[in-house]
């Protein structure tokens, strides 16, 4: 019986300056929100903020951030979870 063949590993992702330009936006972004003086923090400038980053965690649509309401963000054992309607069904009133 002969042994299994061996997989390469797989080659670590180019480092192009089209990626390195986006991580450092991302890092800018965070860096952003984590550094905000409390003055400015306001019910408008939290909501923004919090949609950013349901966004981007969660990887959503523009449109799917469109559609959220309060009533979809829950708290499950300790953890945020999200309710994602279709923009279709939002407009057809589902």
């Known amino acids: 019986m002969g042994s299994l063949p ?11 300056p089209e990626r390195e330009k986006r991580r450092q936006g991302h890092q800018r972004l965070w860096q952003a929100h984590e550094n905000a003086p409390a003055s ?4 408008t400038s939290l909501r923004d903020r919090a949609l950013l980053l349901v966004g981007w965690t969660g990887a959503l649509r523009r449109s799917e951030l469109m559609v959220l309401t309060t009533e979809d963000a829950q708290l ?3 953890e945020g979870v999200i309710l994602l309607r ?5 407009r057809s009133g589902r």
Do not use: F, K, M
């Open 6 to 16: 061996v997989r390469p590993r797989r080659a670590e992702p180019a480092q192009t």
């Open 76 to 78: 499950v054992e300790g």
């Open 86 to 90: 279709s923009p279709l069904e939002e």
């Open 40 to 43: 400015r923090l306001t019910l």
